[in-house]
């Protein structure tokens, strides 16, 4: 048995139910956090989490698991601070093993504009609760002994943020930690059944038509990834989202001394080291939309020509996996929450290349606004017609990153 | 010949495997486990030469060769090499159909390609060479001893790989001396001695009577219930098929438990043109459900492990892989999945389905899990082969600028000089004297055509039909939702031909952008764009005009003229205005006699004091004129309204590209705009904080120290409070004001001298 | 192997229609790089039919003629595509990262790419 095999989750699985007061779409981590926190804050159990596959087997179980705070708006820094602090409780409060480890961050910068990103990032994280420093290259090697600060003579590091409470979880144990909370509390999570289309009353939603049958709902919440478009259609919903592949891979496992999160914006890649010891590297989004779970080579080449270049002694690991999640991108990069426009129907989406950071405030949030029906504070930004109020997300600094 | 193992020297023979060396002098390359000599497990894995997770089995040994067995309670060290670069070359093949696996099927079906008239490229592992996986668009990677080879098959790939042997699951099956059959016929056959050898089998499938040397004392058709021994076998217990269990003192154990294809080449590639083969595409054989013992030795997983998660609610594949990590090691599930497989298939027919209604949506026999590339696992610097990343292009003054020492910098995506070492006086040569810049990187592109005015009409939002020829403008560009999207030049040449300009960051969209345009409204226009084919020398000071009349300018031009003169014997095409806040003239030239203009502005320049100035100069130049930098001092949201230049837009003309947005937009109450502040020195760094009552207001997007001026000027998004711009704020702590722009020159009296 | 240089190109742009009718001067080379546009080597203009037509010389590319063979090598190493069966032939793509153009006849090859592009080309083809 390994150190990190699951020991303690329990899941209890029950017989679909012909109503619920919510039916949340999609067993990823935003769906099920939002049941858990529906359960845990406001006492609604009523509810069913559907997901088509398994439990995390979207996004949720395919990211680089990587939590952060250190964006670029003040909305934003308030909304993922609100889910590292949430995150660092989680085991404590789940009594679950998430694997959370801080790890600190570092985000170099390789030329003028990259060291005006970073300043102005370590400035806005500061002035809202997030701490990020901007450090020198010598603090850099300091914090990453293994870094080649000439960056192969090509890309040298002039400086970098560096943000305290970047850490990393492991991803499949936050999905199980709420699924279980939600379901001991009397939520219903069903594997295996896809929504095929909405039941309305005029405009209105007021349930999902599945392969299991119709399941009524007083809500509606989708938490779905990938294919969100589709479902927000059927509900009568148009989103602003493109579809694009993120790839990711892993080298074999060594001996645990890499300690940081290193991310290169220039260079379009990140690499921390897992509990396990593997070396595990994201890359840009892919600028084709697309719905493709399959996995290219020209990114793998390429980052592992970039990773070299930076982390030189990566050069002589072995790869053992790639994989590609699909982002869902919203036209400022941020994510959308909230009301739809659609009575009983709302949505968690848009969350491109944040959704596993954002997982446990987006739960909290969306439990509230279903228990209060009002829109709180923390993600009013984040509506979906901010599109049309001209009051747009903009946050060019963390465009299309980790 | 010697390898090195754990330092010390150990023999081998000409064609020997690593693997084989070891065995042949009694050595494991690891602790232990079941060998099957094919590349099908992780149990001969180790470090050679530095590179950890080798298969011993499929390395042939050379003379000095460093072989490490791993650490005993440690994963490999983490390397320390400080080299870069990719370690081997990359070569492109191209062909109709990719062979993988020259077995009998493999050859069969390479011959029937050959006989159709397609192109063939078979590989194989025996002649070193390893498929590391099938990619989109039907390109096959494999690993060679001369690098890697890329190749890209048009019609279909076939994989003929054959099957791996299932290896046993059983207490004690992590010790050394079990073997496959085909390990123990391999290994016999290099004269490895095996000792006494017991063969247990589950069919009639083992024959080992090729291999006369085997010490076989003993072959039965059975199950193996335990190998005992403490690091190395000493006997097994077999239950036999008659139920009988009996004990054998062996040194070896041969177990044979069927066959499991070796598909994973093909399960990753779902949706391409791949087939299967041969055993390749043979059903798995599925063993008996594992009830103790190691069933994934990469990932220290027992058969009490898959129990305890199904148990606690885990009954899929993926989702016990993901509890467990069975199957996520070096071997890539191909030693695990048979048995996780018997596991889960044998625990779903007994269970109460009705009971549980998780396990009843589940199929009785679940397939093996998606497998992921890559099966043969190379090394970063392997797999960069060949890789190219961005090119950042140069300027036909590249060269130049370093001659003269500039600090270069990769900027709006080109090679640009930041400064040439003393940026204070490549100030004061703008402002006093003349200074010679490198714009080349401007976007540049002709439009000419019948529907030239209508088209840069409808896209531009100034009245461009009010531009003389001969004349310029200064335009604002919008994307259709009403966001500054660039700005840029529109200087007509005639009636029916314009030349546009756009900024550095912009240009390598703007020609998309025209294109899509030109041909979305139907427009009968042609659109070339010179961006790379012109260089662009900016002429800037109060002696500009005195070192362009010496370099052969002979009419004076007005503010925002252009037109085509000969300096220093190169055609250029003149424009003056100002970037700067002095006479400028941007010189426009073919790319290939930058350096002779360059050079003879130089020349001709010295006794005026001239200087090249670099980007931070230009940047400093620019602030204290109040010019907005689009990317810098702009974000995705801002409208002329919100940067402050809504006189850039003509709205009483019939249409222009996100008209329809800015009156929508306009109607939204005001939430902040980007406006000019000022402060003592020194200057805030870019990017700061600015606060309004302990309240965050906004950021500095520009900052700089004026030297002219004594003071900070700086540019900054501002949010209203209470309906208001604040004009007293802090910035980086200390006291700022708002001001208005620009904060030199107010009047444009130096730029139009 | 030789070095990259300017090419003394001229580029036109003009109507599809009124390029597909042109006649090229005899001893020419006339690469239609876009439906739109030809990329002229020649000594003398050409006629064409579009009064609106943008024909302006251009130093933006450089490019070296190669043996065949030294074409072929390049590819294999540094492009993802494959070069045409057929002769004389011009083709366009990514050749060591880079947009490149190619006017390819039986025994030798012009290989383009933009001057801006030039450096890295070298240095990464061996050009240099």
Partial sequence: MNEFQERKINLTWREPKRSYDVVIVGGGGHGLAAAYYLATRHGITNVAVLERNYIGSGNSGRNTTIIRANYGIPESVKFYQRSVDLYQSLEAETDRWIMHKQKGLINVAHNEAGLRTERARAAVNAAFGSKTDFITPAEVKKLCPQIDLSGGGEYPVLGASYHHSGSTARHDRVVWAYAEGAMQRGVDVHQRISVTGMLKDGDKVTGVQTTAGPISAKVVMSAVGGQVTQLADMAGVRLPIRSHPLQAFVTNHYSLSFEPILASPALLFYVSQTARGEMLMGAEIDRQPSYSYGTGHHLLQTTSYRAITLLPFLRDLRILRQWTGVCDMSPDYSPIMGFTGVEGFIITSGWGTWGFKGIPASGEQMAELIATGKTPELIAPFALDRFARDRTMADRGSAGTH | MNIIVNTMPVAFEAGDSVLVALQRAGLHPNRGGCLCAAGDCPHCLATVNGVAYVRTCQTLAQPGMIVESFPTDDYPHLPTNTQRGPTVSARNLHCDVVVIGMGESGQVAAAAATAAGKSVITLDDKVGQEVVGIYPELMVVARTSAGMLHIHAHDEVVVATGAAEIQPVAPGNHLRGIVTPRAAAHLAAKGVALGRVVVVESGDAVDLSASPTLNIIAHLKGQVLQFEGLDTLQAVVVLDENGHSQRIECDTAVVWLGLTPRDLLVRMAAGLKVRAVGDAAREADLPPCPDAGMVCSCSNVSAADLQRVWDQGFHEMELVKRATLVGTGPCQGVVCVPHMRSFLATRTAAADSSANPDIARLSKVQAPFTARPVVRQLTLGEVAAGAHHHATPRTGLDAEHRRLGAVMDRIGGWWRPWHYGNPLAEYWAVREAVSIGDVSTLGKIIVSGPDALAFLERLYPTKVSSIAVGRSRYVLILDERGYVMDDGLICKDSDTRYTLTFTSGGSSHAEMWLRDWAEGWNMDVRILNQTMSLGAINVTGPLATQLLQRAGLTQPYKFMQHGHASIADVPCRVYRLSFTGEVSYELHHPVDQSAKLWRTLMTLGADLGIRPHGLQTLLQLRLEKGHVIVGQDTDFDSTPRRIGMEWALRMDKADFLGKPAIERTNKTVLDKQLVGFEMPAPAPFEGANIMHEGEYVGYVTSSTYSPVLGKVVMLGWLKLVNGTLPSEVMIDGRPARRVDVPFYDKEGARAKA | ?128
């Fill in chain 3, 1 to 128: 192997m030789p070095k990259l240089n300017y090419l003394p190109f001229t580029r036109i742009v003009a109507t599809p229609a009124a390029l597909d009718v042109t006649i090229w001067p005899t001893e020419a080379l006339a690469l239609r790089t876009a439906a739109d546009e030809v990329l002229l080597l020649s000594s003398a203009p050409p006629t064409l039919v579009d009064p609106h037509a943008i024909v302006v010389p251009d130093s933006g590319f450089v490019g070296a003629w190669l043996p065949a063979e030294a074409v072929q090598a390049i590819f294999e190493q540094h492009c993802e595509w494959a070069l045409p069966a057929t002769r004389s032939v011009f083709v366009q793509g990514a050749v060591a990262g880079i947009a490149a153009k190619l006017w390819l006849e039986a025994e030798r090859g012009l290989l383009i790419v933009p001057a801006a592009y030039g450096h890295d080309f070298a240095e990464r083809t061996g050009l240099a």
